[in-house]
């Protein structure tokens, strides 16, 4: 069974940076792609960013490339997303998801493990 635990979601001020981490825990090599979502209130859900855990090789929502980094380390079975310049705008609950195949998918419908999400809140 294949779970995944978010941490470090928070209430921060617009400029600040947050980083958040997802740990997964479950059967070794049960996910090739490891990304991030949020969802606002009222809102879907929109895609961050994606890794691979072979290679390392990223992909990110165009209006976020420039302020997120995202990054992995296999040995630990961890991602962290790294959000910097923060705004009011960032403010979701932000969601780790595992995808068990290989490729970069920005729907939420293509991932298979979810974990429970954290909170992110930037005030102005």
């Known amino acids: 069974q294949v779970q995944l635990v978010e941490s470090g979601g928070g209430l921060v001020q617009a400029g600040d940076s947050l980083r958040l981490s997802c740990v997964v825990s479950?059967?070794?090599?049960?996910?090739?792609?490891m990304a991030w979502f949020r969802q606002a209130p009222g809102k879907e859900r929109e895609f961050v960013a994606a890794?691979?855990?072979?290679?390392?090789?990223?992909i990110y929502a165009d209006s976020l490339k420039d302020r997120f980094t995202l990054s992995r380390d296999s040995a630990q079975n961890s991602v962290w997303l790294q959000m910097n310049t923060l705004e009011s705008g960032d403010t979701a609950v932000y969601y780790c998801?595992?995808?068990?195949?290989?490729?970069?998918?920005?729907?939420?419908?293509?991932?298979?493990?979810w974990g429970q999400g954290t909170q992110v809140i930037v005030s102005s």
């Open positions: 890794i691979r855990w072979i290679g390392g090789t990223t």
């Open positions: 479950g059967p070794p090599s049960s996910t090739q792609v």
């Open positions: 998801a595992g995808r068990v195949f290989p490729g970069f998918f920005r729907e939420p419908g293509k991932y298979d493990y």
